[in-house]
């Protein structure tokens, strides 16, 4: 299982997004976009899977990123999918 | 409410059971503005918008939540659009029944581009009399080289006719224009399928047949027409904000400021009742109470003191305006509201072009407009009133 963090375009995108991880069972939390990610809508989701669930992204989604956690509270983001 | 509500074409009441108490919970519970912040208050406002949305598409046999656009009203709906639909001038048709949500916009824009040199806004109404005999061949006449539109209502707020939009839209596909529609009368309780009517926007107001609170409608736009149409108002979006421009994604691009958020609760609650009951059970209840109201009048056998505008061989949104014939129809009104606590509304209903047409003028009339909470014994009793007052 891998931590994602999906960003949009707008916040009703991120919404739509949401609703429909929920219907796949898949946890999810709404969240403010990390700082050193760039975003259209303040918004993201980040959620735990297998993979990266393109189909399940909207069409306003921009990009989905894994979430590395290094040592301490040191994060990467690695751009696993680019849709805009 | 103390009396007999007969007025639900200017607004609708009682409002759908839930609506107050969601308007309630979201002030006294919720309170979080929507599309800005991300904690779980904020994110519940954005998923009941997401909700209102979806709604919204069932309900009119639309496909995309993102291009279910929330305004403030239908008004602000038409501005929205028209205003932004001919800044660059055109021609357009609309119907000899508009109401002056339609008209004012337009005839604003006639006067402002009247002295431009490189384009000017002008308008056409199509005959009274089309599609009566079956024939549409007067509205695909009108259309001509610089036409960019039909623009009309649906049903007209003062005799409740309904103009069949399917044939219409069909003509204006035919022809490749576009077809916006002025849903206020219908949006609720008649049928209307988005695509099978080649519908390009669609707007509708949330207080009257969706029975939701008042400051609060929708435009549902075409994927193509939503492309080609500017924004009318800009602002915040709480998107793009790197950006001094308005977004193109949708429905950002449309959605300046913080919406009534009270509102997209009460609309939501409304709309979850319009689909649980269903709108051709609505529109068969103020169908029957049309036809209950217009047999009791032709018993009255009172023809030649009450002119009843409009077709009757048309479909009607439940709504009825009576001409009282050497009476003061304001008057009448009064009576009926003090002497029978039946309300209703007199005047020209903000439409004076469809009392043009409908040959009531200046004079207007006094409209009786029905809704889902409305009752037959209370279709009888105005009648009953109605043949008292002008019969003393």
Redesign the interface.
Known sequence: MKEYIATF????????T??KLKENNIEFF???VPRKLSS????CIRFTSHNCMEELMD??CEAVYEVVHKQGSEVDYIMVLNIS | MDGIYLDNAATSYPKASGVSSAMKYYIDEIGAS?????YSSA?ET??T??SL?ERACRIFNFDD??HVIITSGATIGLNMVINAYLKDGGHVIISPLEHNAVMRPLNLLEKQHSNHTEFKTYFNEFPYTLGIDGSYDSLSDLIGADTKAVIMLHSSNVSGEIFDINKIGSICKENGIDFILDAAQTAGHYPIDFFKSGISALIVPGHKGLMGPQGIGLIMMEKDFAKRLSPFICGG?????ESEFM?E????KFEAGTPNIPGIYGLEKALEFIENTGVNTLYKHTDMLYKRFITGLYNLKLQDRIKILGKEERDNSGVISLDFTGLDNALICRELACRYRIFTRCGLHCAPRAHKTLGSGLRGSIRFSFGYYNTPDEIDYAVKAVGDLITV
């Open positions: 375009h707008t916040h009703l995108s991120a919404m739509i949401g609703k709404l969240e403010p259209s809508c303040g918004t069409r306003d | 929507i599309n800005r912040s991300t994110s954005g998923m918008a997401l949305r939540p993102t979006t709480g998107s793009a904000s977004p994604f949708m429905p950002d």
